[in-house]
């Protein structure tokens, strides 16, 4: 009797891991398009929106909505900032650490920050350097009933999705690329 072996469990300690994480560090920008659709117990349907995501090494990016409303998070120096329309919210992020893992699993993960990844989550890496996934599990209890778990994956030094699960069933998942001018 043969049976199909079952799919390789992820690992903490890989050397594709370390190859993931420095041709990600090795990367200065990013302009890729992006779609995001959320799935909210509260609503009927998903939300979706589509826009434009920049990186700047190390630490700054920023989301620009483009559909269905304009809007821009940005997030340098730890801080987040929400604009829409002539309204505009900032944040501290050192103030909420619960937000960490919706923000800084993509930061780092953008920046090949491994450091920082395993600081804030419990890294799980699967595949090769063709095909790769992180899952990352936040180690603060707080922000871990907030977020159970981020995925991402990708391919070499590009992502191409991260989903967040939310500890209450909501989750989000946000689709990378294509890469786009400057």
Same mark, same amino acid.
């Given at each position: 009797m043969c049976c199909a072996a079952p799919p390789a469990?992820?690992?903490t300690d890989t050397p594709a891991l370390e190859q993931v994480m420095q041709l990600?560090?090795? +990367? @200065?920008?990013?302009?890729?398009a992006f779609t995001e659709v959320q799935t909210l117990a509260m609503l009927d349907r998903p939300l979706e929106s589509s826009g434009e =995501? =920049?990186?700047? *090494?190390?630490?700054? =990016? #920023?989301?620009r909505t483009l559909k269905p409303r304009p809007q821009? /998070?940005?997030l340098a120096n730890g801080v987040l900032t929400a604009a829409r329309g002539r309204s505009t919210h900032t944040v501290? /992020?050192?103030?909420?650490?619960? %937000?960490?893992? =919706?923000?800084?699993?993509? @930061?780092?993960? %953008?920046?090949?920050? @491994?450091?920082?990844? #395993? +600081?804030?989550f419990v890294v799980k890496f699967g595949g090769d350097l063709a095909d790769w996934t992180l899952q990352l599990?936040? @180690?603060?209890? *707080?922000a871990l009933r907030i977020v159970s778990e981020v995925r991402i994956a990708g391919s070499s030094a590009a /992502?191409?999705?991260?989903?967040?699960l939310q500890a209450?069933?909501?989750?989000? /998942?946000?689709t990378l690329g294509p890469e786009l001018d400057p």
């Open positions: 469990a992820p690992q990600l560090a090795a +990367r @200065r920008h990013g302009h890729l =995501l =920049l990186y700047d *090494a190390p630490d700054r =990016l #920023e989301q821009t /998070l940005t501290e /992020l050192a103030a909420h650490p619960q %937000l960490a893992p =919706l923000i800084e699993g993509l @930061r780092a993960t %953008l920046a090949g920050d @491994r450091a920082a990844l #395993e +600081r804030i599990t936040p @180690r603060d209890p *707080a /992502l191409k999705s991260v989903q967040i209450d069933g909501d989750h989000t /998942l946000i």
